[in-house]
């Protein structure tokens, strides 16, 4: 089946310690978006790529890295220097970098402090 | 700043009748125009896609722009205890980025 997978499902990091999260699609979409929601709060915007080999800040990329080797992974790393990690993670994809398409939604991590 | 604004709710609705959730947007530019249901602790569900003026229907769903009034509204007929969620209206613009509002929380009385 085509879909966005995101793992873990939960992940829990310790004091200085960076975390990695996974997101791959097999949709064949140029794009893709981290998202961060805290309870209660819309979507935050962390990064986001519109093709292999380039990403773009967000709104809220402070803390966070990302990387684009391949079209299908976009890998998610909540470094030490995001005080409060704790959010469910939402990755998302579009057949291209146009906001006319729409997104969709891999199942998302939660990230909760140790 | 961009924004698209919500009623948080909740919004109570008595199971069959009809649900109405309303959306206003900031950017005039915003062309594309999005309806997502996320079930508490679930990751958010495309349901509708509407990019002209007018009403656009799927099943039980109808949704509604009104670019001149920057309004966007989302119909659920027949309103069933499983329509229960949050429902979060997105718009696309001129820029790269898709602007989610915060959501409205429908519940539906069985």
């Known amino acids: 089946d085509g879909g966005i997978t995101q793992s873990p499902k939960y992940l829990f990091r310790k004091e200085g310690q960076n975390v990695t999260l996974s997101c791959e699609q097999n949709?064949?979409?140029?794009?893709m978006y981290w998202y961060r929601q805290d309870p209660g709060q819309g979507l935050r915007l962390i990064y986001y790529?519109?093709?292999?080999?380039?990403?773009q800040k967000g709104d809220i990329a402070e803390g966070y890295s990302v990387s684009r080797e391949k079209k299908e992974s976009f890998p998610l790393t909540v470094t030490s220097a995001q005080k409060n990690p704790t959010a469910f993670y939402l990755c998302a994809s579009s057949i291209w970098g146009n906001t006319n398409q729409p997104q969709h939604f891999g199942d998302g991590t939660r990230l909760s402090i140790l | 700043q961009k924004e698209v604004e919500q009623n948080s709710g909740p919004l109570s609705v008595p199971e069959g009748a009809i649900a109405s959730l309303n959306c206003t947007y900031s950017?005039?530019?915003?062309?594309?125009f999005f309806w997502y249901r996320q079930y508490s602790g679930k990751s958010p569900e495309l349901i509708m896609s509407?990019?002209?003026?007018g009403d656009k229907e799927d099943g039980r769903f109808t949704a509604q722009l009104n670019k001149a009034s920057q309004y966007v509204s989302l119909l659920i007929r027949d309103s069933q205890p499983s329509d229960s969620a949050t429902y979060l209206c997105a718009s696309g613009g001129r820029d790269d980025k898709i602007i989610f509002g915060k959501g409205t929380r429908l519940h539906i009385l069985p």
């Open positions: 949709l064949n979409h140029d794009a």
């Open positions: 790529s519109q093709i292999v080999n380039d990403f």
């Open positions: 950017d005039r530019g915003s062309q594309s």
């Open positions: 509407i990019y002209s003026n």
